[in-house]
């Protein structure tokens, strides 16, 4: 079973940066998608970015050129820097990933290109609270 740990939120000034940080796991599948998904009390929950093993990212429009998804395998740690934060940017933060091999997320990205946010993830953090101000 794998676990998510989000770190790295708080509170910060408008314009200011956050980053923030899931650690997962150790996982022996080859391949994984792996997104940053935030949600407000009363609001359905939405997708901010996502990655694959091979690099391939999706930003939502309300974060691109702000936001930047990354991750480091070695460390079994996904990033989210989020830079130029504006006070609609408020909300609980959530990691969530899945693990597959190669063959599963080539199948994924000839369907759909990329993971994306309406692939179905297995596994989710309990998420970090980014409040801006």
Same mark, same amino acid.
């Given at each position: 079973?794998?676990?998510? =740990?989000? @770190?790295? !939120? !708080?509170? =910060?000034?408008?314009?200011? @940066?956050? &980053?923030?940080?899931?650690?997962? @796991? ?16 009363? %609001?359905?929950?939405?997708?901010? #970015? &996502?990655?694959? @093993? ?5 930003? $939502? ?6 936001? &930047? ?5 070695? %460390? ?9 934060? %504006? ?8 990691? $969530? ?14 369907? #759909?290109?990329?993971? !994306? ?7 989710? !953090?309990?998420? &970090?609270? =980014?409040?801006?101000?």
């Amino acid at each position: 079973h794998v676990q998510l =740990v989000e @770190s790295g !939120g !708080g509170s =910060v000034q408008a314009g200011g @940066s956050l &980053t923030l940080s899931c650690d997962y @796991s150790r996982y022996t599948e080859s391949s994984n998608c792996m997104g940053w998904f935030r949600q407000v009390p009363g %609001k359905a929950r939405e997708g901010v #970015a &996502t990655i694959d @093993s091979d690099g391939t990212t999706e930003y $939502a429009d309300s974060v691109k050129g702000r936001f &930047t998804i990354s991750q480091d395998n070695a %460390k079994n740690t996904l990033y989210l820097q989020m830079d130029s934060l %504006k006070l609609e940017d408020t909300a609980m933060y959530y990691c $969530a990933a899945d693990f597959f091999d190669r063959s599963s997320l080539v199948r994924i990205k000839m369907v #759909a290109g990329s993971c !994306g946010f309406l692939y179905e993830y297995h596994y989710w !953090g309990q998420g &970090t609270q =980014v409040t801006v101000s």
